[in-house]
């Protein structure tokens, strides 16, 4: 269950973009449409608007557009979410378990299209500018869609780079990915979105 509240966190946007001077809503078009692939490290926590949040998690993770992304967990627990471009790989040893779901269905109009998506940003999100806070630049994206699952997301930036996500779910909590060692347009293995389940795991298809 833990691996299904990845995606969210998906909202990752994790590459150089325009000029320091340029707004956030620029410099997220520059991202989408100049970098193809990405790999870094994150470090997460989710505050719930009541009671407590969620251990904070730390991992890496890499990207290449379209659709195809590895988002690996390693403390405090090992998880991981894959995806090859037409199916989405979430796999906890903890649970001994392997959920498959196709891409659109995991992706969609999520916060996670706007880093693996290649279409129109405007067509699934409302995009706004909003007042530099804690030394970054910073845009609100919010679905088009009821459905999406989420309410908001603020993607802040810093140094050419996206430095800080943060998401609203409906659910009132709040999940804050803060983004390092960012590596735009690297070069990656063939098989880097590959998986394979292990032997004698349960593979669950959505």
Known sequence: MRASRLLPAL?????PVLAHAAGAIAQLHAFVENVHAAEGRFAQSTAAAQGPGRPPQTGSFTFQRPGRFKWAVERPYEQLVVSDGKQVFQYDPDLNQVTVRK?????????????FGSGSLEQAFDLSELPARDG?????????????????????FADNLPARIELLDNFGQTTRVELTGIRPNPSLPADEFHFTPPAGVDTVRM
């Open 103 to 115: 891409v659109d269905q995991a992706i969609g109009a999520s916060p996670a299209a706007i880093l």
């Open 136 to 156: 970054l630049a910073w845009l609100r994206a919010k679905p088009r869609t009821a459905d999406a699952g989420f309410a908001q997301v603020d993607i802040g």
């Open 11 to 15: 909202v990752l946007a994790l590459c």
